[in-house]
């Protein structure tokens, strides 16, 4: 068996990226243009964060305050992204909660642990590439005593 997170898109719902009627076309021939001009997702990132990529972001990190100045606006994008009504779930008990508490790396740690109990197996043997590498090794850290062998292929 495996898991992978290529599953998540725009027909999942809730889905981890901006929805369509979000996003929008700015007027043209503007010198510069800043993020809120194409999208007002709550989740997008702030008008004038770094540029960010899945391993880099684009500031001097020895530069203390372009440091703080990005950190302070992903604090702002990560608090204004769980704050949306899009992330409130109503159970089947009626009771409501918010999706993002119940998701990340660590509960899917513990989506492994209860799927190995109901398979009885003894011990995990993990095998993560690239995300995988942070799900195996959270694995891992929660769980070692579960862990048989386990390889990390990736640079997370």
Known sequence: WSISQRGIGFA???SF?????????PEKNRKNYRISDFTDCPCALPDGTALVGQSFVAIDPLN????????????????RCAAS????LTGPRNKSFNFLEFSGTRM??????????????????LNGASYG???AATYG????????KMVINGNM
């Open 141 to 148: 850290n929660m769980f070692h005593q579960r862990v048989g």
């Open 64 to 79: 203390g305050s372009e440091v703080e100045n990005h950190l302070s606006k992903m604090t702002l994008r990560s608090r």
């Open 12 to 14: 999942a719902s809730p």
């Open 133 to 135: 590498t942070a799900v």
């Open 85 to 88: 009504p899009k992330w409130i």
């Open 17 to 25: 990226e901006c929805e369509a009627k979000h996003m929008k076309l």
């Open 108 to 125: 899917l740690a513990h989506d492994i642990e209860f799927f190995r109990t109901r398979v009885c197996a003894h011990k995990m043997h």
